[in-house]
């Protein structure tokens, strides 16, 4: 496993973080043990949650978790958790006001059995809450040693260069990474965020990394999944997505260059999305999401599969997204604040 800092931090984490929005939902509390566990062996030390994952549950989890390893094992885990949404049935139990971010704080340290979280994310914006309210507690909560770093979350690009511009203004911790949706079927990140990030500093950790199962090769043209999958178990979750996205042709051309690709590398689709989205400029970590610890397994093993710049190259021109001439396409690109290799 390798190692980066969270954006200009100088905080190391695992190239690949173990995302655990499935932990006291889709997987119980033994299996979200074994993973754990599994991740750590691999030489993993990042561990995404949030409060609103299973209302609270995966939080509990791993804090349980935390609570059985040993001090040194406590000690190497770096816990990354968000706060935003709704938690309770109240005007003020929801947004970024400094009453509710300061109670969802709390309450997760509470369930994760820390004195400290190392990274604290908002979950999303909040039009309601003005920025400055939002900035100052959580510059407090670092003062108070409540959270280390803050990070953003599902934040526009003018969201985000406003956030770093105010805080720099107001002398405020500034945030060190930004959880954006990032996958060889969503890459239009790449046209305001992914240079807002570079100019600032700021690390990305993507998550739905395969595109909501896509990326691994299980769905089939023209063919509803069955089985165990997320889709086959309830189809009412996201068929009409399914019949979106596989009515466009871009989508199978990215399907056949990542299984092109497996194939020269004799690794899994999985292995090779995951490998890909790992070297994208800015990405400090790719969040995986898994059921169990087989899935697991087979993430993990992108961690030290490196493709070649002919595939790289391949992958980059079948999941173009297709930007307009102006202006993220031709001409316009040259406008754009600094020059990212590969983004098109």
Not at 13 to 33: A, I, P, W
Not at 106 to 122: C, K
Not at 258 to 268: D, G, H, M
Request: charged share 20%; proline share 5%; glycine share 10%.
């Amino acid at each position: 496993m390798n190692y980066r800092t969270l954006g200009s931090s100088g905080c190391s984490v695992s190239v690949l973080c173990l995302g655990t929005m499935t932990f006291g939902n889709e997987t119980d509390e033994n299996e979200s043990f074994a993973q754990l566990d599994t991740f750590m062996e691999a030489g993993g030390n990042f561990i995404d949650t949030a409060d609103v994952y299973t209302q609270g549950q995966s939080e509990s989890i791993i804090g349980r978790w935390l609570k059985k390893t040993t001090p040194f094992q406590r000690d190497q885990v770096i816990i990354a958790t968000k706060g935003r949404f709704p938690t309770g049935s109240g005007p003020n139990d929801a947004g970024l006001s400094r009453r509710h971010l300061t109670k969802a704080i709390d309450a997760s340290l509470m369930r994760l059995g820390l004195e400290t979280i190392d990274l604290y994310q908002v979950h999303a914006w909040d039009p309601w809450t003005p920025l400055e309210e939002t900035l100052s507690c959580l510059n407090d909560a670092v003062s108070a040693g409540k959270i280390r770093y803050f990070g953003l979350s599902n934040f526009t690009g003018w969201q985000l260069q406003k956030t770093v511009d105010l805080s720099l203004n107001r002398h405020l911790d500034t945030p060190v990474t930004l959880q954006p949706q990032y996958n060889l079927l969503a890459r239009e990140i790449e046209w305001e965020i992914i240079p807002a990030c570079l100019e600032n500093g700021v690390g990305l950790l993507p998550w739905s990394p395969l595109g909501g199962g896509w990326l691994t090769g299980k769905y089939k043209r023209d063919q509803i999944p069955t089985g165990s999958t997320r889709l086959g178990e309830n189809p009412n979750r996201g068929v009409e997505s399914y019949y979106r996205r596989s009515s466009q042709e871009r989508t199978w051309d990215v399907l056949s260059a990542v299984e092109k690709a497996s194939k020269n590398f004799n690794a899994t689709m999985a292995q090779v999305s995951l490998a890909w989205l790992r070297d994208r400029p800015s990405v400090s970590s790719v969040i995986l999401g898994c059921r169990n610890v087989e899935q697991l397994n087979d993430n993990l093993g992108a961690g030290d599969l490196l493709l070649d710049n002919d595939s790289i190259e391949e992958l980059n021109l079948a999941s173009d997204p297709g930007a307009s001439d102006y202006p993220y396409g031709g001409p316009g690109n040259a406008q754009r604040s600094r020059n990212i290799s590969g983004i098109k």
